[in-house]
């Protein structure tokens, strides 16, 4: 985007890049759910190995033990995706803003419009190609009539 000067930007959206921002947090939700699934299979042979090996898979403390666990650990799951989701959607909003910015400053300069400063906000990723960015944008101003 071409913004004159430091001025500094606030964050008006939270998803800016879709396609990026959901492709990772579904990564974070599969690897999650990946882990609860990994969790529970060892909760459930633990048990299951416990319950034969005493002989107690009629003893109702056991079996309603046995069933609490495998209970509390879906229903962190559930607890627990909303949070990985806004997490998810924080960590990739660092990059995918600036991507957009930085999109934007391109687009600009294929046009011929040499007057792009990519300003970035605070906290945020890329800084480093932003930078390169404005470098490259105040060269060419300074090498057109």
Same mark, same amino acid.
């Given at each position: 985007?071409?913004?004159?000067?430091?001025?500094?930007?606030?964050?008006?959206?939270?998803?800016?890049?879709?396609?990026?921002?959901?492709?990772?947090?579904?990564?974070?939700?599969?690897?999650?759910?990946?882990? %609860?699934?990994?969790?529970?299979?060892?909760?459930?042979?633990?048990?299951?190995?416990?319950? *034969?090996?005493?002989?107690?898979?009629?003893?109702?403390?056991?079996?309603?033990?046995?069933?609490?666990?495998?209970?509390?650990?879906?229903?962190?799951?559930?607890?627990?995706?909303?949070?990985?989701?806004?997490?998810?959607?924080?960590? %990739? *909003?660092?990059?995918? &803003?600036?991507?957009?910015?930085?999109?934007? &400053?391109?687009?600009?300069?294929?046009?011929?419009?040499?007057?792009?400063?990519?300003?970035?906000?605070?906290?945020?990723?890329?800084?480093?190609?932003?930078?390169?960015?404005?470098?490259?944008?105040?060269?060419?101003?300074?090498?057109?009539?």
């Amino acid at each position: 985007m071409s913004a004159q000067g430091g001025r500094s930007y606030r964050r008006r959206q939270w998803i800016v890049n879709r396609p990026l921002q959901f492709r990772f947090v579904r990564a974070m939700l599969g690897v999650l759910c990946v882990l %609860t699934i990994i969790a529970l299979g060892s909760v459930y042979l633990t048990l299951w190995t416990i319950l *034969h090996t005493f002989n107690l898979q009629h003893d109702p403390v056991s079996v309603a033990l046995f069933a609490t666990i495998s209970w509390s650990i879906a229903l962190e799951l559930l607890i627990v995706a909303p949070f990985v989701i806004w997490m998810g959607i924080l960590l %990739t *909003h660092k990059v995918a &803003g600036p991507l957009v910015r930085i999109h934007a &400053g391109l687009a600009e300069l294929t046009k011929g419009n040499y007057n792009v400063h990519i300003s970035l906000r605070k906290g945020d990723s890329l800084t480093d190609l932003a930078d390169a960015v404005n470098t490259l944008a105040g060269s060419l101003r300074s090498r057109s009539p």
